[in-house]
């Protein structure tokens, strides 16, 4: 993935999203950091083109994005899942629930995504 400019408000936007998570965000992001699981680096609030991704695995090209029920049948999630994937991402969605309620079936399927990537996200 080659490196591109990224503007500075974006990049601002970015940071201001790593201080203030979301519950479901800052939980995953205890389990994710520093490679604590299964020694896979992930990078959080990530600019991706015009997008700022929850989450990235950027060796196996994943990334990985936690919802809210704003995003339940989004046309806009649709648009970005392809604009990411046309960039070489599969994109990985969770709602909040999912991530609060059994964390470790999450971080189970994250690692078994990240470790095959033939596997295709569900929604």
Request: with cysteine; proline share 5%; charged share 35%.
């Amino acid at each position: 993935m080659p490196h591109q400019p990224v503007a500075p408000a974006k990049r601002n936007f970015a940071r201001s999203m790593r201080r203030e998570p979301t519950e479901a965000e800052g939980r995953l992001w205890q389990e994710l950091r520093s490679r604590r699981l299964d020694n896979i680096r992930f990078r959080r609030q990530l600019p991706v083109g015009k997008f700022i991704a929850d989450f990235v695995c950027a060796e196996a090209g994943l990334i990985v994005e936690i919802d809210g029920s704003q995003h339940a049948d989004s046309h806009r999630d649709q648009e970005r899942d392809a604009e990411l994937k046309a960039r070489g991402f599969r994109v990985l969605r969770f709602w909040n629930d999912d991530v609060l309620k059994d964390l470790g079936a999450v971080c189970d399927t994250i690692i078994a995504y990240v470790r095959d990537d033939n596997l295709q996200p569900w929604r």
